[in-house]
């Protein structure tokens, strides 16, 4: 059988209630830069340290939560062949052409998945026009705002039939699942995948409903970023949910919040190295609370319940 290889997830599309206040949040306090605005008004917005023209779009709308997540992949070679296994593994595929609904993009395939959530996949993207420095680079061109987010870094998705999910993940993305967490009866509750050499770049719950996000994670540098941004939360009368705190799962530094629009955003630094011929890390669900929240292990219920 032939593979292709994802790199990682590089772009999602977010609906938001209040674009103006979200947008200063994204920008000021997580301190992302706007790249552009499209025709019908969302607005696109990438990183400091990211070099695809974008990674985050923001979409009014009535409800907020997920449109999409886009997966770059390494060729275009990958990009028609992944296309051809989506098909086969049962999904209906749609063509979305080059420079149409995300500038700066090149063709994706679109596609809704077990769990309800509407995957893309893409190999082409144009360089940002402000990204990191490539010759004799200097560790930033401009200094960082607020949170500092180097990159969009992973997203946790709620909804059912999860163990076909991550099938897909594996077999037809070409991904690999460092982590996982088990009902007593053997059924995955959990599920952590990744494509490279982080824990993970997507995760799974098991749901009852369909397509619901749990977060968005952005990735920072260390310990010390993860307080900075416990300082911002307060400073900006943001509603924290849970942290600063560690990780067992991933073993990632990390924090949760509610940004303006009432999505749940992750800042999250360390976690360990995966590699595909590592074993499988096991976990039991009447473990999930010190595997979530190795401090306290404790379960907290609305972590579980509240997603959009």
Same mark, same amino acid.
Request: proline residues 6%; charged residues 25%; negative net charge.
């Given at each position: ?46 990183? %400091? ?12 709308? *009535? +409800? ?11 060729? /275009?070679?990958?990009?028609?062949? $992944?296309? /051809? ?19 700066? @993009? ?16 893409? &190999?082409?993207? +144009?360089?940002? +026009? ?7 680079? *200097?560790?930033? !061109?401009?200094?960082? /705002? ?28 070409? $991904? ?18 990744? !494509? ?22 952005? %990735? #920072?540098?260390?310990?010390? *970023? ?13 509603? #924290? ?12 530094? &990390?924090?949760?919040?509610? +940004?303006? !629009? ?21 976990? *039991?669900? &009447? ?5 979530? @929240?190795? %401090? ?5 219920? !609305? ?6």
């Amino acid at each position: 059988m032939e593979y292709g290889k994802t790199l990682r997830p590089g772009l999602v599309q977010i609906r938001v209630l209040d674009l103006e206040k979200t947008l200063d949040f994204y920008t000021n306090i997580l301190g992302l830069d706007i790249v552009g605005q499209t025709s019908d008004g969302r607005v696109m917005l990438k990183a %400091y340290d990211e070099f695809d023209h974008h990674s985050v779009t923001l979409r009014k709308a *009535d +409800e907020a939560g997920l449109d999409y997540v886009a997966f770059k992949v390494d060729s /275009r070679d990958t990009l028609e062949l $992944m296309a /051809r296994q989506t098909l086969g593994f049962g999904y209906r595929v749609h063509e979305i052409p080059a420079n149409t609904e995300q500038p700066g @993009f090149g063709k994706r395939y679109s596609f809704k998945i077990s769990t309800g959530h509407v995957f893309q996949i893409y &190999s082409d993207v +144009e360089l940002a +026009e402000k990204g990191p420095q490539i010759i004799n680079p *200097d560790i930033w !061109s401009e200094q960082p /705002r607020g949170m500092k987010a180097q990159r969009m870094d992973h997203l946790l998705l709620y909804g059912p039939n999860i163990a076909e999910a991550e099938t897909f993940c594996k077999w037809v993305l070409g $991904m690999f699942v460092p982590e996982v967490c088990n009902n007593p009866d053997g059924s995955r509750l959990a599920s952590w995948i990744t !494509s490279a050499n982080k824990p993970h770049d997507i995760a799974f719950v098991e749901f009852p409903e369909p397509g619901k996000i749990h977060h968005v994670g952005f %990735y #920072l540098n260390d310990w010390h *970023d993860i307080g900075n941004a416990a300082d911002l939360i307060a400073i900006n009368r943001l509603e #924290l949910d849970i942290g600063p705190t560690r990780h067992a799962i991933t073993r990632g530094q &990390s924090i949760y919040f509610w +940004e303006p !629009s009432g999505n749940r955003v992750e800042v999250y630094a360390g976690g360990y190295t995966a590699y595909p011929d590592n074993p499988q890390r096991v976990w *039991d669900a &009447s473990e999930i609370g010190r595997g979530l @929240f190795y %401090y306290s292990a404790e379960l907290i219920p !609305s972590f579980f319940e509240n997603v959009t």
